[in-house]
């Protein structure tokens, strides 16, 4: 199991929404975010949905950029290409803590269907399927 501290991803400040890779391997990626009052998707202290979508497409972008980074590649650009099943059950808070879990569940044609959780405190607040696409 590959652990960094470093994420490699292709968003600049201030559209970083992961702090941390804490693990890249066997198709799963796990990223952690705290959330600050000036986080772009936090709205009087609450992280709303597009910031939580963002987490869980920028964790999955976080384990390609593990994949590259290692080669001395810039880390491919990303593109949602679909969202189903979004459940949010809590919106996190500034101060919270998010871990979040992205798991591969296919892979085809540069297209990548994940599946992500997003947890505080090991409760799940989130989750959803994305398609993501990948620039050449």
């Not at 960094?4 to 991803?9: A, D, G, H, L, N």
């Not at 099943?85 to 809590?90: A, D, E, S, V, Y």
């Amino acid at each position: 199991m590959a652990s960094f501290e470093e994420v490699t991803i292709p968003q600049k400040p201030p559209m970083v929404m992961v702090d941390k890779l804490i693990r890249a391997d066997g198709g799963i990626v796990e990223t952690t975010l705290m959330v600050t009052e000036e986080n772009v998707f936090c709205d009087n202290g609450i992280f709303t949905e597009a910031g939580l979508i963002e987490n869980m497409a920028q964790t999955a972008a976080a384990g390609v950029g593990s994949k590259t980074g290692l080669s001395g590649k810039e880390p491919p650009i990303g593109f949602i290409g679909g969202i189903r099943n979004l459940k949010i059950l809590r919106y996190p808070a500034s101060g919270d803590e998010l871990q979040t879990r992205i798991t591969l569940e296919h892979e085809v044609f540069g297209a990548s269907v994940v599946y992500g959780e997003v947890f505080h405190n090991q409760e799940l607040i989130a989750s959803c399927q994305l398609k993501i696409f990948l620039q050449e």
